[in-house]
């Protein structure tokens, strides 16, 4: 895996055409140097939270089930975060391998949630439950690190690099670790 860092042009002329102040993208909580935004991260913390509850609260199912996943673009659209129209701009025009980097770590972790979804809603005994949703919290915590690293502009994958393979292909390298 390759690091480097990501960029969104904060000058005319940037893949979307527009310029962005580096201050206010930053006062609005999103990387000046990525564009991207940490707060995309709270869509899955907040999954991961009720998973986390499962095993001494079953009754968290019902809610977890309710969880949908959300592309970058519909999580800032359907959220109350203050800029979400300058965090949907800046993300497009934020480097392509960088949002295909966080795309793809995102397409992993909803692959997780989505087997995890599947399982829950087969009646498992609450320990199994618990079982299951303690499993994809172990998968999907170091996923939602990774993410943080690439928004944060600690890594990034090239179109070339793992990142760019399809979610289960990344699910399958978990299991062999």
Known sequence: MSASPATVSTAQGSPAGMAFDRTRLAEANINPNTGLATDYLNHFNEAIMLLDLISAMPECVEEFLEWRPLSYQDHFAASRFKERELAISAYESA?????RSLDDVADTMNTILNATHEG??????????????????IWLKPLVMRAGAIINGKLVFKTSDAASEAPQVEIDRMFKC
């Open 95 to 99: 480097d392509p391998d960088a949002r």
């Open 120 to 137: 829950l809603c087969l009646g498992l005994s609450p320990k199994g439950a618990g079982t299951l949703a303690e499993q994809a919290t």
